[in-house]
């Protein structure tokens, strides 16, 4: 009984205890609301909210919302901030009835000899892209640096894709090089960097490869589908705008590293050459037109290939900014550092096509080991000046540098198979290359923004100097008659392996320097007592391409030598022992652009009109050095475009917006395809066109924007487009030779649907888009068949298919993750790309097509401490290949790959690319 007394009295003050904790949490409630731009309606995802003298506290998500749960019930004091914004503190009173609380900040100011110095708005979050997108004068989407830090992607043709309406031309490893803009090539859109057109390292074309820039440089990248008379009007598909980091508001520094690897290099050896032996200039540009090459010209040890096991990717980028004198002058610094290594291993048919009945048949298989080292560096550096409120200055410079070495294993079997009949012979050959492409961009740009007259005068400049070269030093390719043949029985016969006698060395550079000045003005008034803004400017542009090649023909001495699997056992005697002087790829050209333009805005309650006219003036001119009976070695074009535009803006709701736009453009020729060359690349030889006009459109857009939230959208898109003179590249025939040639075609058409989505609830995102485009153009082919005397016989007849590189359906789904409290972020990402035409053919309906593919990235980083988080790229997840069908049968020599079906579409190209994996970790001060 003495026991069990103060027994009962434990579990009686237990219970009083457990009464009291459980009424105690019965006491508490929840704390909800959101946090906002006071201007804009932003919502500022990242901003917290703490409740002072507590440990409570919470992150604001990607929707603007935040919660704090198990409040006890009182009265505290609420305090929100957010980097560039005024914190803001209230005073709240925790009940059960507590409402959801809305949170505006307001942008920090400060004030400077009488001078209000504003902070600017962070222009790299994805709210901000959203309202570029509802105030833009133009059609455009807009990609912000969070979301590409977090997407998959390391290069900017990489992040393009991800872009509504956007899809990508890929290089021989699989990345991503150019961007394909609703369904137009590559050659019929441009680049830009903060608004400035930059010249492309390319040796052939005018548009700039993508991939040749880090995308961790970017601050935002925009992509225009429609032109204003301010912008310059050479695209016909789209505008890639990429805006460079700019400096903060407060001192920031970062720093990334990173490794990975390819999963192809797990299966394979990395196929590498020493690069360092290769010189940079060809023996007659070294040592002056009259040197003649001797042996001592030409290294062999980049024609010596090792395999080395699993090299490692690696990556690294910092970036320092801030802002002095009481936030007047900010400074910014980035760089950029990327080796990557790829590859591919691909099958690969050439073709030929039957005369009796036009069908594609089989020639050559080859079966090809793509090894690339790449190195990207990217150098950013940028002052802005704010001397007043209406009065501010910006210098921008930059280098990228692309360092491409190639190594190329391929095994050719010829199949022989004269008209049809036969099992294929021929010996089986294997060829080596190793080539190295060095591209460089450097820009600078210095630029200025006053307001004058009370501010209804706006007067913005700019002055720039841009350069961009390339160097393709001493490319080298030497063939192996293997000991391995087939005869006219298709038995296999062994016989000695021989070194092909012809070993070709060349050397091609390009220089593209252009000098540039902007000028425009904008003048605020009023008509019939409407708002209405008047602007007038121009630019000028010259710009001056200078191209060199020198071949030279190298021969075994003597002519028969067996292959031991060296090549530096092997003896060669220089025959061109000067070069090519002559050859037409010697050229320099030299284009002047002058164009000015009026533009007025007119505001009728919510409805905005832009119209106006742009007038390019431009003359280009080019000289080879070719002998002159060569048509075409000198030339000049001039010709005046005016390009007339209007675009309705009208907004039926603050988040509702309805566009119509209408404006003319054009393409220019590529300097590289004008010039009458032949010059014998991987697949075909290729000549060039002296006779080739521009191209020029009319395009008509619609579209409807509904932003139900600060970072929600979806907006629906239908296009038009009615092309004169497209310029496509083209196989031709000449006698018995293909070659492949760029000429204009007639009249095309391209119209379609474009869907555009982007939501988010509490921590999860969903995005993508959907584009629909269907094009049609009308050329003459060549119709191959027997005729009823039993002759082989051509005929043209005309065909009506697709432009080049146009794709009827293309999509991508993103679905993201985002938990601020845990600091996860995850997205996966998937990209459509339905079938397209790789290579036009001059055979009818013998053109060759891409196949329709998926492909699945993924991306994921995880904060570990304050400023530090680790981060997993996985791209190619499906492992999907390139394949490329004619979409006709192979009746004649199916035989000769019995793994395939050809019954209705014979197989061209097969390539596969692996998974590329990177890790890494990212500090943030």
Excluded: C
Excluded at 168 to 173: D, I
Excluded at 509 to 522: F, K, R, S, V
Excluded at 701 to 712: K, M, Q, T, V, Y
Aim: glycine fraction near 8%; aromatic fraction near 10%; charged fraction near 25%.
């Amino acid at each position: 009984m003495r026991l069990q007394i103060p027994l009962l009295i434990g579990l009686v003050v237990t219970g009083l205890l457990f009464t009291k904790a459980t009424a105690a949490l019965a006491q508490t409630a929840t704390v909800q609301g959101t946090v906002t731009d006071d201007e804009t309606g932003e919502p500022l995802t990242g901003a917290t909210v703490i409740l002072e003298g507590t440990s409570y506290n919470a992150v604001v998500r990607l929707d603007g919302s935040f919660t704090i749960r198990s409040v006890p019930h009182g009265t505290y004091t609420l305090e929100a901030s957010f980097v560039s914004f005024r914190p803001l503190r209230r005073e709240i009173t925790v009940t059960d009835e507590i409402p959801r609380l809305s949170l505006r900040l307001s942008p920090d100011t400060a004030e400077l000899d009488g001078v209000v110095v504003s902070a600017r708005r962070d222009l790299r979050t994805e709210q901000s892209a959203r309202v570029a997108e509802r105030q833009a004068e133009a059609i455009i989407n807009v990609m912000d640096a969070r979301s590409i830090e977090l997407s998959p992607d390391v290069t900017v043709a990489n992040v393009v894709q991800r872009v509504s309406g956007v899809s990508l031309e890929r290089s021989s490893t699989g990345d991503g090089q150019h961007a394909i803009v609703r369904g137009m090539d590559k050659r019929y859109n441009y680049t830009l960097v903060n608004g400035i057109k930059i010249p492309s390292p390319d040796l052939k074309n005018r548009y700039v490869p993508l991939d040749i820039f880090p995308s961790d440089l970017l601050d935002r990248l925009v992509v225009s589908k429609s032109l204003t008379p301010d912008m310059e009007g050479d695209a016909i598909g789209g505008v890639i705008d990429m805006k460079m980091r700019d400096a903060p508001e407060r001192l920031t520094a970062s720093v990334d590293v990173g490794l990975g690897f390819s999963q192809l290099f797990a299966q394979r050896d990395f196929l590498d050459f020493d690069s360092g032996v290769v010189a940079t200039q060809s023996p007659r540009a070294a040592n002056g037109p009259d040197y003649r090459a001797g042996l001592e010209d030409f290294p062999f040890q980049n024609l010596n290939f090792n395999g080395q096991g699993l090299p490692l990717n690696q990556r690294a980028g910092f970036a320092i900014g801030n802002r002095f004198w009481e936030g007047r002058l900010g400074v910014l610094a980035a760089g950029s550092y990327q080796q990557s290594h790829r590859g591919s291993n691909s099958l690969f048919f050439e073709m030929d096509t039957d005369r009796e009945n036009n069908n594609p048949f089989f020639d050559t298989v080859q079966q090809r080991q793509f090894s690339a080292q790449q190195t990207r560096t990217g150098l950013h550096a940028k002052l802005d000046y704010r001397a007043s409120r209406n009065h501010t200055f910006d210098w921008y410079n930059a280098l990228i540098r692309l360092d491409d070495s190639i190594s190329r294993a391929r095994v050719d079997t010829n199949l022989r198979i004269g008209r049809g009949q036969g099992p294929g012979t021929g010996r089986i050959t294997e060829r080596y290359r190793s080539q190295q492409q060095l591209q460089n961009i450097f820009n600078s740009t210095l630029q200025g923004e006053h307001t004058l007259l009370g501010e209804q005068l706006n007067v913005d400049w700019s002055a720039v100097y841009s350069r961009a070269t390339q160097d393709d030093p001493d490319l080298a390719e030497f063939r192996v008659l293997t000991g391995t043949r087939r005869n006219g029985t298709g038995d296999i016969v062994q016989e000695r392996a021989l070194v092909d006698r012809d070993l070709d060395r060349r050397w091609a550079a390009n220089t593209d320097q252009d000098l540039a000045g902007y000028l425009n003005a904008t003048w605020a008034t009023r008509f019939a007592s409407l708002p209405m803004e008047l602007s007038a400017g121009g630019m000028y542009r010259f710009k001056d391409r200078d191209n060199t090649f020198n071949s030279y023909l190298l021969r075994l001495s003597p002519n028969t030598q067996e292959w031991d699997g060296d090549i530096m056992s092997t003896t060669w005697t220089v025959v061109t022992r000067t070069g090519t002087p002559t050859d037409p790829l010697n050229y320099t050209s030299e284009e002047r652009l002058a164009a000015y333009y009026g533009m007025a805005k007119l505001f009728v309650g919510d409805l905005q009109v832009l119209g106006g006219l742009r007038v390019e003036h431009t003359d280009f001119s080019w000289r080879t050095n070719a002998p002159e009976t060569i048509p075409g070695r000198v030339g000049s074009n001039q010709y005046v475009d005016y390009l007339p535009s209007l675009h309705f803006r009208y907004a039926l709701r603050p988040d509702l917006n309805m566009r119509l736009s209408y404006f003319r453009s054009l393409s220019r020729p590529n300097f590289f395809e004008v010039v009458p060359f032949r010059i014998i690349e991987e697949e075909f030889q290729e000549r060039g066109n002296p006779f080739l006009e521009r191209t020029r459109a009319h395009n008509l857009d619609l579209r409807a924007e509904f932003f139900p939230g600060p970072l929600n959208k979806f907006m629906g898109a239908l296009f038009f487009k009615q092309i004169d003179d497209p310029i496509e590249s083209a196989l031709a025939i000449d006698g018995q030779r293909i070659f492949l040639q760029s000429n204009n075609f007639g009249t095309a058409y391209n119209f379609g649907l474009e869907l555009d989505l982007s939501t988010y609830y509490r921590n999860f995102g969903l995005r993508g888009f959907y584009t629909f485009t269907n094009s049609e153009i009308t050329t003459s082919k060549i119709v191959r068949f027997r005729g009823e005397s039993g002759t082989l016989t051509s005929r043209q007849q005309e065909q009506t298919r697709p432009l080049q590189g146009q794709s009827q359906h293309i999509g991508n789904v993103s679905l993201l993750y985002k938990n601020q409290d845990w600091g996860t972020d995850a997205q996966l990402a998937g990209v459509y790309t339905g079938r397209r035409i790789l290579s036009v053919s001059p055979y009818f309906e013998n053109d060759i097509w891409q196949r329709a593919f998926w492909q699945l990235d993924l991306s994921v980083e995880q904060r570990l401490l304050d400023g530090v988080v680790v981060y997993a790229k996985i791209n190619n997840l499906l492992n999907t290949p390139l394949r490329a069908d004619v979409l006709r049968p192979n009746t004649a020599n199916p035989q000769e790959a019995p793994y395939l079906d050809t019954s209705e579409s014979t197989l061209v190209r097969e390539d596969f690319y692996q998974r590329t994996y990177l890790f890494g970790v990212k500090y943030d001060l």
